[in-house]
Structures are given as structure tokens and as C-alpha cells.
């Protein structure tokens, strides 16, 4: 699956990112609060690399057509 996120608007690709991480935590049986958490703990970048580290197995971030890396 794949995610387009508008980098026009940081405010809402933070809340986004941190909804998708909730449904699919707890449809993986993960620690739902800690991955939270530990993405909440630095500034949007940090947010980014936290969610592709527990989830870009099952999710691509893209900005326009362009994968986001971490």
C-alpha cells in the first residue's frame, strides 16, 4: 500500500502518520503507545524514520511521486 502525503502541510502529515500507526499496531498486535510514543519524541523527520522503521513493510510514504526515504 502506498501513502501520499502533501508536504504542504506538515501539521496533518504528523496526525496522519500517527492514525495509521494506531490502525495498523494494533491490527499487529504491536505496542500501540510506545510506537506512538517514540514517533511523538522528535520533530517531523524523526516521526517519518520512526513510522518506516516499524511499518514500510506494509506501507510506502510518498511525497507527490517521489519515495520518502529515511
Known amino acids: 500500500m502506498q ?7 506538515v501539521t ?3 496526525k496522519d502518520l500517527l492514525e495509521y ?3 495498523l499496531s ?3 498486535r504491536m505496542d500501540t503507545l510506545s510506537i506512538q510514543e ?3 519524541s522528535g520533530d517531523l ?3 517519518i524514520i520512526t513510522f518506516n522503521h516499524y511499518f514500510s513493510d506494509y506501507i510506502e510514504l ?3 511521486d ?3 526515504s529515511s
Open 21 to 23: 500507526a494506531e490502525t
Open 3 to 9: 501513502i501520499h502525503l502533501d508536504q504542504k502541510d
Open 45 to 47: 523527520n524523526h516521526l
Open 26 to 28: 494494533e491490527a499487529l
Open 12 to 14: 496533518i502529515i504528523g
Open 38 to 40: 517514540e514517533m511523538k
Open 62 to 64: 510518498l511525497d507527490s
Open 66 to 68: 517521489h519515495r520518502m
